[in-house]
Antibody, heavy 121, light 109 residues
Framework: QVQLVESGGGVFQPGRSLRLSCAAS????????MHWVRQAPGKGLLWVAL????????RYAASVEGRFTISRDNSKSTLSLEIDGLRAEDAAVYYC??????????????WGRGTLVTVSS | EIVLTQSPDTLSLSPGERATLSCRAT???????LAWFQQKPGQAPRLLVH???RRATGIPDRFSGSGSGTDFTLTITKVEPDDFAVYYC??????????FGPGTKLNLK
């Protein structure tokens, strides 16, 4: 059974840096691309970043490029998202999402429960 | 960037009625790489349909997807109480960024 468990959310001040993590289990982690998708409170879904199965290719939404870094450790089946220079508009639930393919076709077939990032001074 | 619009914003129906949700893209979606998700309050989205017409594993056959090019539809033949939720469409494939529609809220009438 696929399980994706996010952690690292909380209340952070604007400008801070933080790291979100996702522990994956129940499937061959190194055979799937992975994504982060976020959802601001009461709003819709926004794709944030993706990483290929081997970690060699990464892509970002324009709104986060240069501030967010996606990474993975296939030996530990973990996915991470580093956020630098936190902004008010980054406040959201961040979901760890599995791609059905190795090469990030974007078919998002399994989702974690999400971790909430709140931005407050 | 492909922009997706969904209609209606809100759909109010009674159990047993038919639901028709629309998703329109600003440009043709190659290979009909269009997915539909269901999201209930406090829960993560769940994949319902991919490739415009293929039901995901475990999805009841009252959910069906149709369409091609720029116009897509999700139909729920007989809405059940468990179906009241927000529904999102999303395009995927080779054209980044992957984008979602703003959602259609299916309400109990």
């Amino acid at each position: 059974q696929v399980q994706l468990v996010e952690s690292g959310g909380g209340v952070f001040q604007p400008g801070r840096s933080l790291r979100l993590s996702c522990a994956a289990s129940g499937f061959g982690f190194n055979s799937h691309a992975m994504h982060w998708v976020r959802q601001a409170p009461g709003k819709g879904l926004l794709w944030v970043a993706l990483i290929w199965d081997d970690g060699n290719k990464k892509r970002y939404a324009a709104s986060v490029e240069g501030r967010f870094t996606i990474s993975r450790d296939n030996s530990k089946s973990t996915l991470s998202l580093e956020i630098d220079g936190l902004r008010a508009e980054d406040a959201a639930v961040y979901y760890c999402v599995r791609d059905k393919s190795r090469t990030a076709a974007g078919l998002l077939d399994s989702w974690g429960r999400g971790t909430l990032v709140t931005v407050s001074s | 960037e492909i922009v997706l619009t969904q209609s209606p914003d809100t759909l109010s129906l009674s159990p047993g009625e038919r639901a028709t949700l629309s998703c329109r893209a600003t440009e043709s979606i190659s290979l009909n790489y269009l997915a539909w998700f269901q999201q209930k309050p406090g829960q993560a989205p769940r994949l319902l349909v991919h490739g415009a017409t293929r039901r995901a594993t475990g999805i009841p056959d009252r959910f069906s997807g149709s369409g091609s090019g720029t116009d897509f539809t999700l139909t729920i033949t007989k809405v059940e109480p468990d179906d009241f939720a927000v529904y999102y469409c999303q395009h995927y494939g080779t054209s980044l960024p992957f984008t979602f529609g703003p959602g259609t809220k299916l309400n109990l009438k």
